[in-house]
């Protein structure tokens, strides 16, 4: 047990070992976006759909709901830790004087860690407002289902009134912009780190890592846009 420990101690600790860590959050979190965006674009079906959508979302058992979560904010936190670690020993291990050669470095890549700490403060905002539900009245955005019973929270309304604020959509469009260029590095790093790189596959991976991010964060922007421009309201 003792040498288990120590090897798992040993890989955790390692350049390596972290960066590989970084990746498997990472793709825990990539499949996580897609998951959301596919419930986020239920709205485009209606009230019915998305409230439907999230009425059975907390109809969950309380413990497996928070447990979810949990797991996410863990997976999130690790993810974002270990990123900033990598970064800081990197450009400790510089040397001054050596030229930096960034030709061959996108701009995803050169700005990482800033497009990932503002999707960072953008998430604390969004979970500030959507989720804790601060600054809405919950006798304005209370219903019920079907049978008049089961009181839920109406979410379609609270969208549509969070996204009516220009600036709060705005702040959103942002943040998602952000996150399309950390996707498009994030995805690329993944294959690296677990070893998918050629150069005959790399314009293969990186064209997914970039039609990835689009997809995601097209969609994620659809929704204040519409809600913008009339067509959700």
Known sequence: MNALVKTICTFVTSS???KIIVALTGLCLVL???GHLAGNLLI??????INTYAHGLHSMPEAALWGIRAGLAVIFIIH???TIQLKLENHAAREPYVFKNTIKATLSSRYMIYTGLTVLVFLVYHLYQYTLRVGYDPAQFTTFISDGTVETFDVYKMIVTGFSNVWCSAFYILAVLMLFSHLRHGVQSIFQTVGVDSRKIRPFYNFIAIAYGAIICL???SVPVSVLLGIIK
Do not use: D
């Open 16 to 18: 390596i070992g972290r």
């Open 32 to 34: 996580f976006l897609a």
């Open 44 to 49: 485009f079906g209606g009230p019915e759909w």
């Open 80 to 82: 974002v830790w270990l």
């Open 219 to 221: 969609g994620f922007i």
